[in-house]
């Protein structure tokens, strides 16, 4: 069995290269990988695209996430459901850059983002979604009608990386997730090129989680760090 | 003259929530629509989703007793009931998309008439926060909108067209507002009923379309 244990996180993203496209998963501030994305900042790769639910709080207060990377200007394009935010006084650092034109970015209702992973991840051509029909977002974007209901062409979206947090991990790379944890986390898991994982518990051998209880299969993942004790380790 | 008192948010999100059915799933928008879900109704049982995949969620949970894996799409910390289950983003976002909820309640700048609202971008500001709305307003069984009768200078959020870019097309179904309740019909908006202290007439001066006034039309109801 290939050895999928990192001892570090510089270790595990020291590859990624410039104008690499990566998934970052993470909702409320759950199931983010964190310290994958500090490592990535500290390994200093730019031109990248982020694919994420959002394009990070950082600049205002709060700790790491894909703002990080993009207030370093490690990222030249941000895929993602808000290029606003939520709340006028939010100013963050994307916020920011978007503002003054220095940061390019691909707006999608969240529904669309998550199926558009998932098409990646389940090696599907395009799929037609209901949402954003008779909006802005639905301009230039092939239509068509199926049983009396209009619907919008969606292309998947793949990824060289994902960066995912997990509960618990085998060393087949087998991950379970708990509660809001999972969110995106699976499908950007799935749909990636190469899955690395940021594991909140210590990785157990391979056989000792119950296969009927796997999230995501091992065969998705390549790259397994088992988060240290703060403050070395970033915990939400 | 003194503006005349309308109503609290609390008491605009109870009005929604009273028209909740037994057994109905409920997706609560950030902000003030998750209000809706303190109106709790001891006959009814409702199930609360959140975009993030979890379907049954209960209440805030007090500090201390958070557990930090547990958030609603608001990003609070929530409470687990019994029967919750946890489902990844897509396959959330498949149960929307499917027509499996039987209401959203969302905020908004702005209703129209013909059933469209907006409430992802304002003007004067580059991009914008959909989230989960168009696929919710897309797909939800009924939309319904909670939000300020007018802006903070006094000008009408119930229009004949939306200004701002639209969410979805001719979805709303019923509006709450710190002076009324609306239902959007084909004939455009009926109040239904009145905040305590306002007529018809006043509240027509405040709005930008037509209004019908409903046969029946009363003060504002807070309990069945």
Excluded at chain 1, 9 to 32: N, W
Excluded at chain 1, 80 to 92: K, N
Excluded at chain 1, 169 to 176: C, K, P, R, V
């Amino acid at each position: 069995m290939k050895n999928k244990i990192y001892r570090t996180f510089d270790e595990a993203v020291a590859d990624i290269p410039d104008g690499a496209v990566f998934m970052s998963p993470g909702f409320g501030g759950v199931g983010l990988p964190r310290n994958i994305l500090a490592a990535v900042h500290r390994q200093g790769a730019r031109n990248l695209t982020g694919i994420s639910n959002n394009a990070g709080a950082a600049g205002t207060d709060v700790k790491v996430d894909v703002g990080t990377l993009v207030a370093a200007g490690q990222v030249k394009k941000m895929i993602c459901a808000f290029t606003a935010p939520t709340h006028p006084s939010q100013v963050s650092s994307f916020v920011r850059l978007y503002n003054e034109d220095k940061i390019d970015a691909e707006l999608l209702p969240q529904g669309t983002l998550a199926e558009r992973i998932r098409a990646a991840a389940a090696g599907i051509g395009a799929f037609y979604t209901p949402a954003s029909v008779g909006t802005e977002l639905a301009e230039g974007k092939e239509h068509r009608e199926i049983n009396g209901r209009m619907y919008v062409l969606e292309y998947p979206l793949h990824a060289d990386y994902a960066f995912i947090r997990a509960w618990k991990a085998d060393t087949f790379g087998n991950l379970q997730f708990r509660l809001a944890q999972r969110n995106f986390n699976p499908i950007m898991a799935m749909a990636a090129r190469i899955t690395i994982v940021e594991v909140e518990n210590d990785i157990v051998a391979a056989g000792e989680l119950d296969p009927d209880q796997v999230h995501v299969p091992g065969v998705y993942v390549d790259r397994l760090v088992r988060i240290p004790p703060a403050p070395d380790g970033i915990w939400d | 003259m003194p503006e005349k008192p309308r109503l609290e948010r609390q008491a605009m999100c109870d009005r929604l929530a009273m028209e909740f059915q037994d057994g109905w799933i409920v997706n609560l928008g950030v902000g003030m629509p998750t209000l809706c879900s303190n109106y709790v109704d001891p006959n009814k049982s409702l199930v609360y989703h959140s975009e993030n995949g979890v379907i049954g969620y209960g209440p805030l949970a007090a500090p201390g007793a958070v557990d930090r894996h547990l958030v609603n799409a608001g990003g609070q910390h929530v409470t687990a009931v019994p029967g919750m289950a946890v489902v990844h983003h897509a396959d959330s976002f498949a149960l929307i998309r499917k027509g499996m909820l039987d209401v959203t309640v969302m905020g908004a700048y702005e209703v129209a008439e013909n059933g469209d609202f907006a409430n992802w971008r304002i003007p004067n500001r580059k991009g914008g926060g959909i989230g989960g709305a168009m696929d919710l307003a897309a797909c939800a069984q009924r939309v319904f909108i909670a939000l300020e009768h007018t802006t903070r200078d006094g000008k009408p959020r119930l229009l004949k067209r939306c200004a701002l870019p639209i969410t979805a097309p001719g979805v709303v179904k019923l509006v709450v507002t710190d002076l009324g309740l609306f239902e959007v019909t084909p004939q455009g908006f009926t109040l239904l009923e009145h905040a305590p202290g306002w007529t018809p007439e006043e509240i027509q001066e405040l709005t930008a379309a037509r209004l019908r006034i409903a046969g029946d039309l009363r003060e504002f109801r807070f309990r069945d």
